[in-house]
C-alpha cells in the first residue's frame, strides 16, 4: 500500500514536500515513481528512484526544480519541490514497480507501475 502526504496550496515560488509512504513490502525491492495528472491532461511521469537504478530520473523540464529521496529504513521517498509554477498544479501520485524504473515515462503509464497511492492535491496560486 502507498499513501502521499504533503500537498497543499502554495504561492508560486514556493516549496512542498511530498512523501510516499510503502506499507507491506520491503522498499528496498521496488521503484518509486512520482506521477502527476492535471484537469484534462494525461497523467504524466515526473521522477523515479530505485534501488537497481545508477541515479534517479527526472522529466526534463523539472529536474532543476525537484528532487526526489527516499529512505530505505522508512520505506518512504520524498518529493521535494522547489520555485514551483501555476502549471505544477497537479494531482500527485507516487506508484510503485518491482526492481527498476524501466520505462517510467511512458504515456500512458506503464502498466509495471501496478500499485498506486490515492494521490495527493498540490496547488500552485497566488
Known amino acids: 500500500q502507498l499513501v ?5 496550496l502554495v504561492q508560486p515560488g514556493g516549496s512542498l514536500r511530498l512523501s510516499c509512504a510503502l506499507s507491506g513490502a520491503n522498499l528496498d525491492y521496488y521503484a518509486i515513481g512520482w506521477f502527476r495528472q492535471a484537469p484534462g491532461k494525461e497523467r504524466e511521469g515526473v521522477s523515479c528512484i530505485s534501488n537497481g537504478d545508477p541515479s534517479p530520473y ?9 528532487t526526489i529521496s527516499r529512505d530505505n529504513v522508512k520505506n518512504i521517498v520524498d518529493l521535494q519541490m522547489n520555485s514551483l509554477k501555476p502549471e505544477d498544479t497537479a494531482v500527485y501520485y ?6 527498476i524504473c524501466g520505462r517510467w515515462e511512458a504515456s500512458p503509464v506503464s502498466p509495471a507501475f501496478g500499485t498506486w497511492g490515492q494521490g495527493t492535491q498540490v496547488t500552485v496560486s497566488s
Open 4 to 8: 502521499e502526504s504533503g500537498g497543499g
Open 58 to 66: 527526472y522529466t526534463d523540464s523539472l529536474k532543476d526544480r525537484f
Open 94 to 99: 507516487c506508484a510503485a514497480r518491482f526492481a
